[in-house]
């Protein structure tokens, strides 16, 4: 790893573990304040709309007045806002608590950007990588202490979250280099950490859809979006309603766990298998074979409630988890000249915000009505629309590489 680059890895892995240690018990955690199912996937909406609104600003800022300023500021939103929803008494205050946290939610935009302007052209990829890497961890490690820690409490993840924001913040003042004003230095052309339009500007982005190969590619990337997003959003209240364990329904403990074991598949994928996949099977190949499993592992999700037929579910889908975002993001990227790269990033980043809007939205709706195996079946049915655009994608990304290779 490129020395410069080892800071923003811890600062990004930190952050990470404090994100995942909420997110198995959020959607619980507001049912305690009597939040309805709709109530309580909404707050993953909200936080998206939020940041699809500010992410842009915070990215701009960043680049006038730099990274380590904006990253900062974004922390202490993210401290403030875990601070208020560990201590809060009504429902409507966990809602301050998200819309604190979009508001300030720039971190990984930033973090892109600043590995953007420490790393040669030939390297970025490679270093990019380490975001994938501090995710992994953090997905294993973060809902596994959660499920230990729910013991005490259902705030008491929240509270260890907030103390991983602070220490975040230690390890950017201490750590990063350069002083919170220094302006940032990106490279020449637009930047590959990120840059995004404002939502007012979204007329900028069609253009990129008039590309059949670049669109078909960030369509599959939306549909993705969606499945993920309905699982992170409702998986809790699913498995609430759906699974017991030792005589009792499932609760954030046995949620955390499994959030572990998803994350602990993506770890060995992502940390050490990743590259063979890829130079065996093509990433064109990885996408389809990603889109495939995840509609079988909804697809077994939908159709039992047994712990087995769980355990099942969350290895098949496990893989397409692990290997469809980057394989995805690296067509995308192929099928974009140098000089777009930055935006394209951005635009799968907006499309992200889409997907966790629209998504928890009608995964509640669903949860709300009991309809469980329905909720199921619309992530395998998302799913299922990305692998049927996959082959389409596939075809058209290969001659567009070839267009631009030979330009």
Not at 18 to 27: E, M, R
Not at 339 to 353: A, C, D, F, K, P
């Amino acid at each position: 790893m490129n020395r410069a680059l080892i800071p923003i890895f811890l600062i990004v892995l930190v952050d990470v573990f404090g994100l995942t240690l909420v997110l198995p018990l959020q959607a619980i955690y507001a049912e305690h304040f009597g939040a309805s199912p709709l109530q309580a996937t909404l707050l993953v909406s909200v936080f998206a709309v939020c940041q699809l609104v500010a992410s842009p600003l915070l990215g701009s800022w960043s680049d006038r007045i730099g990274r380590k300023s904006v990253l900062l500021f974004s922390q202490i939103g993210a401290l403030f806002g875990y601070l208020t929803m560990a201590s809060a008494t009504s429902l409507w205050l966990i809602y301050v608590a998200r819309v604190i946290q979009g508001t300030t939610a720039g971190n990984l935009s930033i973090a892109q950007a600043y590995i953007a302007d420490h790393s040669e052209a030939k390297d970025r990829a490679k270093s990019f990588a380490i975001i994938g890497v501090a995710f992994g961890l953090g997905f294993f490690i973060g809902p596994a202490v959660t499920g230990m820690l729910v013991r005490y409490g259902l705030a008491a993840p929240i509270f260890v979250a907030a103390g991983m924001s602070v220490l975040s913040i230690v390890c950017t003042l201490l750590l990063l280099p350069g002083g919170v004003s220094m302006r940032a230095t990106p490279p020449e052309g637009a930047l590959p950490g990120g840059k995004r339009l404002s939502v007012l500007e979204w007329r900028s982005y069609l253009a990129y859809f008039e590309r059949p190969a670049l669109a078909a590619m960030l369509m599959q990337f939306l549909f993705y979006a969606m499945c993920f997003s309905v699982f992170t959003s409702g998986f809790s209240l699913y498995a609430e309603r759906r699974y017991t364990y030792d005589g009792h329904p499932f609760t954030p403990r046995e949620i955390g766990y499994l959030f572990a074991y998803s994350g602990f598949l993506g770890l060995i994928l992502q940390g050490g298998l990743m590259g063979r996949l890829v130079r065996r099977f093509g990433e064109r190949g990885l996408v389809l074979s990603g889109f495939a499993s995840l509609v079988v592992g909804f697809g077994i999700i939908a159709g039992t409630n047994t712990l087995w037929g769980l355990a099942l579910s969350a290895t098949v889908s496990g893989f397409g988890n692990a290997v469809l975002r980057p394989t995805l993001s690296s067509l995308i990227s192929q099928s974009a000249a140098g000089h777009e790269q930055g935006t394209v990033i951005g635009l799968t980043q907006s499309l992200q915000s889409v997907a966790q809007i629209v998504a928890p939205f009608l995964a509640g709706l669903l949860l709300e009505r009991s309809l469980l195996w329905q909720w199921g079946a619309m992530a395998a049915t998302a799913a299922l629309v990305g692998l049927l655009i996959a082959p389409l994608g596939s075809q058209k990304a290969a001659s567009a590489a070839q267009e631009l290779a030979s330009s």
